[in-house]
């Protein structure tokens, strides 16, 4: 028996959605768990994207693409900290 085409696709994605699954369930778990972590990883993002050289366009760019990270690491310190109060 031929698999086809559109069998392939089908396993495919069924096996991404479970890879999902567990890989989102572990992430979830470590931002619940690692408020720490994510502030000093945060801080540190903040630092070097202050000490960036900055002398071109693209350097902007680079120093501006390290502070959005640094904000989502931040966002999700906060949402740690909410949850970890809120499970107390």
């Not at 096996?15 to 989102?24: A, E, G, P």
């Not at 470590?30 to 903040?46: A, D, N, R, T, V």
């Not at 070097?48 to 502070?67: K, S």
Request: hydrophobic content about 50%.
């Amino acid at each position: 028996m031929a698999v086809t085409s559109c069998s392939r696709v089908v396993i495919l994605n069924l096996s991404l959605y479970v890879l999902n699954l567990f890989y989102f369930r572990d992430m979830k778990k470590f931002i619940k768990e690692s408020y720490g972590i994510l502030m000093g990883i945060g801080f540190l993002f903040i630092l070097a994207g202050r000490y960036y050289p900055d002398e071109t366009r693209t350097d902007n760019y680079i120093a501006a693409g390290i502070y959005i990270v640094a904000a989502v690491i931040f966002t999700l310190a906060v949402i740690s900290a909410i949850s970890s109060l809120k499970n107390k």
